[in-house]
């Protein structure tokens, strides 16, 4: 191999590691402890500089899931659609903070849903 294509080879590889996706820096983890299937998760992100997340999909009772936000994008709100047969639910979260990595447990209430915070009494 010539000196030429080695620099070329090493070159490509730095820029490969120049432009590579950042790491997330929060993850969080829906779980669904309903019986209702979860069809939409949608994140609010507190800074201007960050995007909402959404996720759309079948999360079954029982099962669980992971969103992730960019580095200092804190969720500050949640909201949450899902079905149970003909019945069709939405709950939502707030706070008045954006808050780190962390659980939201979608519970029953009633014959409908609603969101908790993984700190929250009344999620237990």
């Known amino acids: ?21 950042p790491a997330a820096a929060y993850t969080y983890t829906v779980s669904n402890q309903s019986t209702f299937i979860v069809t939409q998760v949608w994140m609010h992100t507190v800074s201007n500089f960050c995007h909402d997340r959404t996720w759309n999909g079948a999360l079954l009772p029982g099962q669980s899931m992971q969103m992730s936000t960019a ?27 954006g808050l780190p990595a962390g659980t939201f447990y ?19």
């Open 1 to 21: 191999m010539t000196a030429r294509a080695m620099l070329l080879g090493v070159l490509t590889a730095v820029a490969a590691a120049t432009i590579a996706a």
């Open 71 to 97: 580095s200092i994008c804190l969720v500050d709100r949640v909201e949450v659609n899902g079905k149970s047969g003909k019945i069709s639910g939405r709950a939502d979260w707030n706070s008045g903070f």
């Open 106 to 124: 979608v519970r029953p209430q009633g014959p409908a849903i609603r969101v908790c915070w993984e700190s929250d009494f009344l999620c237990r």
